[in-house]
């Protein structure tokens, strides 16, 4: 019996879906979601130009339709088919294999990318399965992507072949159409800000766990990705999720050695992300995109810079470092909640780091989520990015070339390039 076997039996949706034995060696496989999308052969030109790894390759395909599709995405779905068809017969030459599989409209309620990443990563946990290889790591892309040319090598490099790696987020770029001057880049380039100035805003603050959560820009190894339960069924944010399983799992990293460049297009796919953000700025011509306001992470920053001292600390001064508090922050925690959270925490860990750590788990990134939302309804108002962005650099001592947009965008880039 595999490393696999008995949580493939338990979890995956679907039996075996290809009869194709992967080689001995194979080392990385990549998952794709197709959902409406005729033009996927521009990632299979990117993923065919990628300079091979040492280890062997296989993409997987998983093609798939919602219950609600209409005619248009019916005829996507099998335009997608015939279009990979074609480019199997003219590219037939390639360092991996490439594995397509058709779930039609699925009877599983509930029908969306998370059931489809977690079908092409279950399937992906076989075949790794088969060959008993559990330090093989799984990739997450989208169809519409493009990805660097030393992809799989870095891959390979930094998460196959190390150890103590188990799994992470790979650097991303997103693609701003063929007009940088165009509407939809000028907003997909202000996203982009808002995604990088999040990040760089929690890390301001001092949450230790901070990380990007693309999709289209994940890698775990197998035996990790079946400890942390496999891939929800969300039909959005399911990278968000799957990401908080992997995390605690220790191990998660940034790969920023190579890149993954998602699409800017307008998107209905899934409620929120990269696709619906765009449609939403499209649909309401709003000029800049509005971000949380950077004094919500001032709050944050104050609580997490002193939030492992509260493990010496009796009931009395847990409850005077409560009302010392900023107002965000307690409107958000009330003081019984409180009290009785941080009295948990402590009967529960033996000193200073594991309170920490534990606090942490708390107070994660569901929790900073929640507590965000709950202070923009009412205490502070959303801010346009590029004033937010700045405001973050200003605070953090560093000097931005301009507040344009994208130098602010650069800047951002530059400092998660070298992180």
């Given at each position: 019996m595999g490393f696999a076997a008995k949580w493939l039996a338990e979890k995956s949706l679907f039996p075996r879906l290809f009869e194709e034995i992967p080689d001995d060696d194979t080392g990385i496989v990549a998952v794709v979601p197709a959902y409406n999308e005729p033009g996927i052969t521009t990632l299979l030109d990117s993923l065919a130009s990628c300079n091979p790894p040492r280890c062997r390759v296989e993409i997987i395909i998983i093609v798939n339709l919602r219950s609600d599709a209409g005619k248009e995405a019916i005829l996507n779905h099998r335009k997608c088919i015939e279009n990979i068809n074609i480019w199997v017969k003219e590219n037939p030459d390639n360092f991996f294999r490439l594995l397509v599989f058709?779930?039609?409209?699925?009877?599983?309620?509930?029908?969306?990318?998370?059931?489809?990443?977690?079908?092409?990563?279950?399937?992906?946990?076989?075949?790794?399965?088969?060959?008993?290889?559990?330090?093989?790591v799984i990739v997450c892309l989208d169809a519409d992507c493009k990805v660097e040319k030393n992809y799989f090598e870095a891959i390979a490099e930094n998460l196959l072949y190390n150890n103590k790696n188990k799994a992470c987020s790979i650097y991303f770029e997103h693609l701003t159409g063929e007009s940088p001057d165009s509407q939809i880049a000028r907003y997909i380039i202000q996203y982009e800000l808002h995604l990088r100035y999040y990040l760089w805003a929690l890390k301001f603050a001092g949450f230790p766990d901070a990380c990007h959560t693309v999709g289209s820009a994940i890698a775990v190894k197998a035996l990790s990705y079946i400890r942390a339960g496999g891939m929800n069924r969300r039909q959005a944010g399911e990278d968000f999720y799957f990401i908080q399983k992997l995390i605690p799992a220790g191990g998660y990293f940034t790969l920023n050695s190579t890149t993954v460049y998602p699409s800017c297009r307008e998107s209905l796919r899934v409620p929120f992300g990269t696709g619906a953000a765009m449609s939403k700025l499209m649909r309401e011509q709003n000029d800049e995109?509005?971000?949380?306001?950077?004094?919500?992470?001032?709050?944050?920053?104050?609580?997490?810079?002193?939030a492992g001292g509260l493990y010496y600390s009796d009931l009395q001064i847990t409850s005077e470092y409560y009302q010392r508090l900023?107002?965000?922050?307690?409107?958000?925690?009330?003081?019984?909640?409180?009290?009785?959270?941080?009295?948990?925490?402590?009967?529960?860990?033996?000193?200073?780091?594991?309170?920490?750590?534990?606090?942490?788990?708390?107070?994660?990134?569901?929790?900073?989520?929640?507590y965000l939302n709950h202070v923009h309804d009412g205490?502070?108002?959303?801010?346009?990015?590029?004033?937010?962005?700045?405001?973050?650099?200003?605070?953090?001592?560093?000097?931005?070339?301009?507040?344009?947009?994208?130098?602010?965008?650069?800047?951002?880039?530059?400092?998660?390039?070298?992180?």
């Open positions: 058709d779930t039609g409209i699925p009877e599983i309620p509930g029908w969306g990318v998370g059931l489809a990443r977690k079908t092409g990563m279950d399937e992906a946990v076989r075949r790794f399965d088969s060959i008993d290889r559990p330090e093989g995109y509005l971000t949380y306001n950077f004094d919500a992470f001032t709050e944050l920053a104050i609580l997490f810079s002193s900023p107002p965000g922050l307690r409107s958000f925690i009330n003081e019984e909640e409180w009290l009785k959270k941080i009295n948990e925490i402590k009967s529960n860990t033996s000193g200073h780091g594991s309170f920490t750590k534990r606090f942490f788990g708390w107070f994660n990134m569901f929790r900073i989520v929640k205490l502070y108002e959303k801010q346009p990015v590029t004033l937010a962005a700045l405001s973050l650099l200003r605070a953090a001592g560093q000097n931005a070339a301009s507040s344009a947009a994208q130098d602010l965008l650069n800047h951002f880039r530059m400092l998660d390039k070298n992180s």
